[in-house]
């Protein structure tokens, strides 16, 4: 028993640190400028208390089948975490979102992290209260009773702080974003409406490409677009290549510029496919694929409403969307390469990022 106990405590070590990673993120970096940014933080500490609880009295089961049970019921919270925290690390730090909750796809893996977390510990408190050698029935329901009870207080707590939150940012004046209109309809199109591009755009792209957890190379593109007039340039640093590439537009001249040389005049049709943003629209997010878009709900990004939506794409429609991937790939063969593919529909209809 006292070895069942140890490999326990070691999991409930796990989802403690877990849970305080996942609230020192929130802590530390949500800053949207609302009047309970802090107290968001606060709430999300709650699930440490619960995870802790497992710590102190570990939820040790005699049974062959129930010990196991308890451990995978540890690793599914785990497993739920992990990439819900790598979740908010994007969400917060990549794509500037400054909504926690925007929709149920985004809020059930952490309630079921919550709710698994709080039945690993509620089984520990009841057999603490109830003496290990209790009915197991007793100790059961008293177990489901607690987590029941955690995971309703922690997880509306922290939801209704959140929401609160995020309402007072909403209802903040805004005079302008960079990304889209800040007034008009009060919720932004459906992901497979009608989509377009603004008429002007400031480009901005980085790619990362690795080869079994070993990264091969990065790309960092910066550029404006116009219209159809546009200027980018890409600095490549990896295993094939070290350099910096340019494409650009100017009414009836193009330019290219590779590692190594100057800008280049060459002929606008070289480059008029080049524009990024557009071309990502016409390859990526067509209406047949955005048919299927999973809908992400609703955020706001630095004072602008935009719906999140997720496409699934392929190798070759990522190719075809970005070419500049094969500066870091070159030809090789992508068309078994899946995932997914992010996209925001502001106000106005069109695409923000």
Not at 112 to 140: E, I, K
Request: charged share 20%; with cysteine; proline share 5%.
């Amino acid at each position: 028993m006292r070895v069942r106990a140890f490999e326990l405590r070691l999991l409930a070590t796990a989802l403690v640190v877990c849970w305080t990673i996942a609230a020192g993120l929130i802590l530390l970096a949500y800053r949207p400028g609302g009047p309970f940014d802090v107290l968001v933080g606060l709430t999300a500490m709650l699930p440490i208390v619960i995870a802790l609880a497992a710590v102190v009295w570990p939820p040790v089961a005699r049974g062959d089948v129930a010990f196991p049970a308890i451990v995978w019921l540890g690793i599914l919270a785990i497993l739920c975490l992990v990439p819900s925290i790598t979740g908010v690390v994007t969400q917060l730090l990549v794509f500037g979102s400054r909504t926690l909750l925007p929709s149920l796809e985004a809020i059930y893996p952490w309630l079921l992290a919550l709710l698994a977390t709080s039945l690993f510990s509620g089984f520990g408190v009841a057999r603490r209260l109830h003496g290990g050698t209790s009915m197991r029935r007793r100790r059961l329901l008293l177990g489901t009773a607690l987590a029941a009870a955690a995971t309703a207080i922690s997880g509306l707590a922290f939801a209704a702080v959140a929401v609160t939150n995020d309402i007072a940012i909403r209802d903040m004046p805004v005079t302008d974003s960079r990304f889209g209109p800040v007034v008009g309809a009060d919720e932004p199109p459906p992901c497979d409406e009608t989509l377009t591009a603004g008429a002007n755009a400031r480009l901005h792209l980085e790619m990362a490409a690795s080869v079994d957890f070993r990264s091969i190379g990065q790309a960092d593109l910066t550029g404006l677009r116009v219209g159809d007039d546009f200027r980018w340039l890409t600095f490549v640093a990896g295993d094939r290549e070290i350099g910096r590439y340019g494409k650009a537009r100017i009414g009836d001249t193009g330019w290219i510029a590779f590692p190594g040389t100057s800008w280049l005049k060459v002929s606008p049709s070289t480059v008029a496919a080049d524009t990024v943003d557009i071309r990502a629209l016409n390859a990526a997010l067509t209406p047949g694929i955005r048919a299927t878009a999973e809908d992400r709900g609703v955020e706001v990004i630095e004072g602008a409403r935009a719906r999140r939506c997720r496409v699934s794409v392929d190798g070759d429609i990522f190719r075809e969307a970005f070419p500049e991937i094969s500066s870091l790939v070159g030809d090789a063969d992508l068309h078994r390469w899946r995932s997914q593919l992010d996209y925001w529909v502001f106000l106005d209809g069109q695409l923000g990022q």
